[in-house]
């Protein structure tokens, strides 16, 4: 992981960015505390709850998650059985603590996902479920939504089953730490079969045509002393391994939906013609050309971000993603069914304590496996759930946009007039500068600065994948904006 940690603990700079980072929550109308009888009636949730009579704790199940985490949604735990493999994978049990209809149901319709700002998040659930009660956090009784796949030798999948169960994590794993443990023979069983069956369903994927985009992540993050600093890193393996969990369970929840002719599922096109038309043109110009053939999954995956031309290639690739979107169904299944860049149908299942929709997936696939009736009111809600979700991931992409602009800001506010070197991630030919010209037009582009991390517009003449020097022209915190020129 690289990471520049921000000079501002002392100084007007950390007083500004702490201003403008409070701005953005009331600016952009994001929720505040939660209202008191949402709060009352979750509450009496936790006072009243009852776990359920099926007993799991005997599962020895860990968490995984980046290590500052308290709302842990998802405990793992894996076995060998004969050539093949059992993967039990307890999900919080959200639905216990909500009543439809109610206060704290109206809310979380609101709120539609949790929020994650540098030193400030806006949470899906009360702190008193999402962090506590209702979090898989180790050494506690949990009560769980319980599956289990039994996959064969090549971690394909033979049974799913499902059940509500009270659970018991062991440990409250971090990624770094399980992927030192895998890396030097020391981890569990359990955890060394979660490289072992992701590095299979990765193989899987990769032969039913998905793909992902492996763009480093930029993050802020927040030190011990409450300090923001911009973090860029790439994911460490056993995160995908472990996502490769979640993906099997989505997998299986969106074919139970299907199965059953009700659900709500996380849908996304295939790439048109025209975009992938448009995206061959620009791999080619940027010196590594998509072969007619070649699966858009396995070009992408052959890329070396490392490399700029190619990691703009992969920025590019964002085109071919577009369209994602939730497609709820009653009865009548929908005509759109598949996730493209999965290359299967799939549902959001695995986050109720961060996402809203995970909720009613998960009561919906509990009760089609019993052979139950789904209840009315998770009937009524289905229509209204893709809206919803649309709108909250609207406001978490600008709200965290925003954020790391902000940061970015105060990072350089005091360089203006620098020259940083840096990678162009898109940019304008000669002829779109040309035309851009004619219309009165500035040419630019986003670039990445090599250090600190910062990714940001900046105006001139540059196509994509150019290692350029560019000089810091604007960095307003109040404003979240930072500028740079190419001359």
Same mark, same amino acid.
């Given at each position: 992981m690289v990471r520049k940690l921000i000079d501002l603990k002392t100084g007007a700079r950390q007083t500004r960015l702490a201003a403008a980072l409070e701005s953005l929550v009331s600016a952009m109308e994001l929720p505040g505390q939660y209202p008191p009888e949402a709060l009352a009636e979750a509450q009496a949730a936790i006072d009243t709850l009852v776990l359920p009579e099926h007993d799991l704790t005997d599962i020895e199940f860990v968490t995984i998650d980046p290590a500052a985490s308290t709302d842990l949604d998802q405990a793992v735990h894996l076995a060998r059985e004969g050539d093949g493999y059992v993967v039990s994978y307890a999900i919080a049990d959200?639905?216990?603590?909500?009543?439809?209809?109610?206060?704290?149901?109206?809310e979380t319709r609101r709120r539609g996902q949790t929020l994650y700002l540098p030193g400030h998040r806006v949470p899906l659930h009360p702190?008193?479920?999402?962090e506590d009660a209702g979090s898989l956090l180790p050494g506690q009784r949990r009560g769980a939504y319980v599956w289990t796949f039994r996959l064969d030798a090549n971690a394909l999948v033979i049974d799913t089953d499902l059940t509500r169960a009270t659970v018991c994590s062991r440990q409250k794993l971090d990624y770094a730490g399980v992927q030192a443990d895998i890396d030097d023979g020391s981890a569990s069983e359990s955890l060394a079969l979660l490289k072992e069956v992701g590095l299979k369903r990765i193989e899987a994927e990769r032969e039913r045509g998905g793909a992902s985009l492996r763009i480093p992540e930029q993050e802020v993050e927040v030190d011990d002393d409450g300090v923001p600093f911009l973090a860029t890193r790439a994911a460490l393996p056993v995160e995908d391994w472990n996502a490769q969990i979640s993906l099997l369970t989505g997998m299986e929840a969106a074919r139970i939906m299907l199965e059953g002719g009700i659900g709500i599922l996380r849908t996304m096109p295939a790439p048109d013609e025209h975009g992938s038309r448009a995206f061959r043109r620009e791999a080619a110009s940027l010196g590594t050309p998509w072969q007619q053939g070649v699966p858009y999954g396995e070009f992408l995956r052959s890329?070396?971000? !490392?490399?700029?031309?190619?990691?703009?290639?992969?920025?590019?690739?964002?085109?071919?993603?577009r369209g994602a979107g939730y497609t709820a169904f009653d009865g009548e299944l929908p005509a759109e069914r598949s996730q493209a860049a999965i290359a299967a149908p799939y549902a959001h299942t695995t986050a109720p304590l961060r996402r809203l929709v995970d909720r009613f997936s998960l009561v919906v696939c509990e009760h089609l496996v019993r052979g139950v009736e789904v209840p009315e009111g998770i009937r009524r809600a289905l229509p209204l759930l893709p809206e919803l979700m649309q709108s909250s991931n609207q406001v978490a992409g !600008?709200?965290?946009r925003a954020a790391i602009d902000t940061v970015e800001a105060a990072l350089l506010s005091d360089r203006i007039g620098e020259t940083f070197e840096a990678i162009t991630l898109n940019?304008?030919?000669p002829e779109q500068a040309a035309k851009a010209h004619e219309n009165g037009d500035a040419p630019g582009g986003r670039l990445q600065i090599l250090d600190p991390a910062v990714n940001a517009r900046f105006l001139g003449r540059a196509e994509a994948g150019e290692r350029v020097q560019a000089e810091l022209v604007q960095a307003d915190i109040e404003k979240h904006t930072v500028l740079f020129t190419i001359p």
């Open positions: 959200v639905p216990a603590f909500i009543t439809e209809g109610g206060a704290l149901d109206t702190e008193i479920i999402s890329l070396d971000v !490392t490399e700029p031309r190619q990691l703009a290639i992969m920025h590019a690739a964002t085109s071919l993603f !600008t709200a965290e940019g304008t030919s």
